[in-house]
């Protein structure tokens, strides 16, 4: 993690991720057409640029459970411009278990290990 966090795009205060061309840059280096986003807050970090995301032709799921709103006005007014321009909706422990499809294999044992950190003891080699 110290790596990425070192590696991650620096804006230096644009509201909208999108709109910073660097950002835009490294999402469009992927070459992934399906992004997931969340962000601080939202109704200001995660609206605009899954938004726009989306009307740039990308598949995006708002991770709605790492992300929030100080007001539940702001939260659902958010929410639902994001489902009307497209945006789907899911949350963390849902994203992974997509991702891992198969809790035997070796990225399934470490994503597992990621969404119950605290709850299950390592997994070993052997399973």
């Known amino acids: 993690m110290p790596d990425a966090f070192a590696a991650r795009v620096k804006r230096q205060g644009i509201v909208n991720a999108w709109g910073d061309p660097a950002f835009r840059e490294a999402i469009e280096r992927t070459g992934r057409k ?11 970090c995660l609206i605009f640029p899954a938004i726009d995301a ?3 032709g990308y598949q995006v799921q708002a991770v709605l459970d790492i992300s929030g709103s100080p007001f539940e006005l ?3 007014t958010a929410r639902q411009r994001m489902a009307e321009a497209g945006v789907a909706f899911t949350c963390a422990n849902t994203l992974i278990s997509e991702w891992a499809q198969d809790w035997s294999t070796g990225v399934g044992k ?10 299950l003891p390592p997994i070993g080699p052997g399973g």
Do not use: C, P
């Open 110 to 119: 470490q994503l597992i290990q990621l969404m119950f950190k605290d709850i």
């Open 34 to 44: 399906q992004i997931a986003i969340g962000g601080v807050t939202t109704d200001v």
């Open 74 to 76: 702001s939260e659902w």
């Open 54 to 56: 989306v009307r740039a």
